[in-house]
């Protein structure tokens, strides 16, 4: 299909109005989604391209992490423009947009720090059917726990207590200086990734002892989402990070948020157990070589 182009200033309302049409389990959300896209970190190399009537676009970025990797972050199109070859034309247009860059791998997957999601929302059918039609190979699966905020657990007293006795001091993050001393134990201890996330985000608490932080956690880096959390290995197996989950979950309690969104889950079970979050959104990663369709190019990442 020609015509297809990027996405020119003034015509992110369009787009995010295109979302919210498309994107039937995300409409809440879909006009925050696609302005966190728009706004990634300033060394990323990306773009909306759009079709010529606006009823379809592709937010396709390079990788920061994986030399020679590309994604494509969203894909949407208008439902009554469905049927007519447009999200296949968009997939095609971010291939060459990618292979311009030097790209060899194209990932429909999420690209951190700022993505739409960690893959393809598997209720998305028509996506995951369009991506196996193009030659696209599943290599990974995730997914996002859901917690209902109007059922936390309360008791918090002993937990409190053990970490007093053991000299952790909790906090908030409200100070510019909090956040960027935050941000840097992220880098030192996890990546850049994090790192830009807890800058990003709405909401951090973090955890001290001795001057030392210990670990943090984050919310709001997209609308009802929780997440980044780490601990530092040294610090684990004392409560710390199942108390700044909580605190960062009562936060967004507080604004109203009867369910919150836990992004990319690795330890199912720890957030199972202590908050009664349930595994709700599991998403398929795909990739395709541009060089050679049969062969992935690049190490699963």
Request: contains cysteine; negative net charge; proline residues 6%.
């Amino acid at each position: 299909m020609t015509g297809i182009r990027p996405m020119a200033t003034g015509e992110l309302d369009a787009v995010a109005g295109l979302a919210w049409s498309a994107l039937s389990l995300d409409a809440g959300e879909a006009g925050a989604l696609v302005t966190h896209l728009a706004a990634p970190p300033p060394d990323r190399d990306w773009a909306a391209l759009v079709t010529p009537d606006m009823d379809g676009v592709a937010f396709v970025s390079t990788s920061a992490t994986t030399p020679g990797a590309g994604h494509v972050d969203l894909l949407a199109v208008h439902p009554a423009a469905r049927g007519h070859g447009l999200g296949k034309a968009l997939v095609h247009a971010a291939e060459d947009w990618l292979h311009d860059r030097d790209v060899h791998e194209v990932r429909l997957a999420g690209n951190p720090p700022c993505y739409a999601w960690p893959g393809v929302d598997v209720r998305y059918t028509p996506a995951v059917c369009l991506a196996e039609s193009l030659g696209y190979q599943r290599y990974r699966t995730a997914w996002n726990m859901t917690v209902d905020l109007t059922a936390l657990p309360t008791a918090q007293e002993p937990d409190l207590a053990r970490l007093a006795e053991a000299g952790v001091e909790l906090h908030s993050a409200h100070d510019p200086g909090d956040r960027a001393s935050v941000a840097g134990f992220v880098r030192d201890h996890w990546n850049d990734s994090w790192a830009w996330e807890v800058e990003q985000s709405t909401g951090c608490h973090y955890a001290v002892r001795d001057g030392e932080i210990l670990g943090f956690a984050a919310w709001g880096t997209r609308p009802g989402w929780f997440g980044p959390m780490g601990t530092a290995e040294q610090s684990r197996g004392l409560g710390v990070g199942r108390v700044l989950l909580r605190r960062c979950l009562n936060d967004q309690a507080a604004t109203g948020q009867r369910e919150a969104q836990i992004a990319w889950v690795g330890p199912i079970h720890f957030y199972a157990r202590a908050i009664g979050a349930r595994v709700e959104r599991v998403f398929w990663s795909f990739r395709r070589s541009l060089t050679d369709p049969g062969l992935p190019e690049t190490e699963e990442s």
